[in-house]
């Protein structure tokens, strides 16, 4: 997984696992895997050559859907270029 941020200007608090970040602080693959579902059951928006989008959702609060996108860390070396 990568890194998420929040695109908006404002600034809101987002619980990752037993720590609060600030909505502008980069989100690492822990902090994803301890805030949002995704396993094989998740839905697949999209796939593409360097990976995959699904649609899930925020673990504490189930009704805050979002989609993420996973992406192949491998997959991109080899192609930052294309980036």
């Given at each position: 997984?990568?890194?998420?941020v929040?695109?908006?200007n404002?600034?809101?608090?987002?619980?990752?696992?037993?720590?609060?970040l600030?909505?502008?602080?980069?989100?690492?693959?822990?902090?994803?895997?301890?805030?949002?579902?995704?396993?094989?059951?998740?839905?697949?928006?999209?796939?593409?050559?360097?990976?995959?989008?699904?649609?899930?959702?925020?673990?504490?609060?189930?009704?805050?859907?979002?989609?993420?996108?996973?992406?192949?860390?491998?997959?991109?070396?080899?192609?930052?270029?294309?980036?």
């Open positions: 997984m990568g890194n998420c929040n695109s908006k404002n600034v809101n608090n987002v619980k990752a696992g037993n720590v609060t600030k909505s502008t602080q980069k989100q690492g693959a822990k902090e994803l895997k301890a805030n949002y579902q995704i396993d094989n059951n998740t839905k697949v928006l999209g796939s593409g050559a360097f990976g995959k989008v699904f649609l899930t959702f925020n673990k504490n609060y189930v009704d805050h859907k979002v989609a993420i996108k996973v992406m192949n860390k491998s997959k991109l070396k080899d192609h930052l270029d294309a980036i």
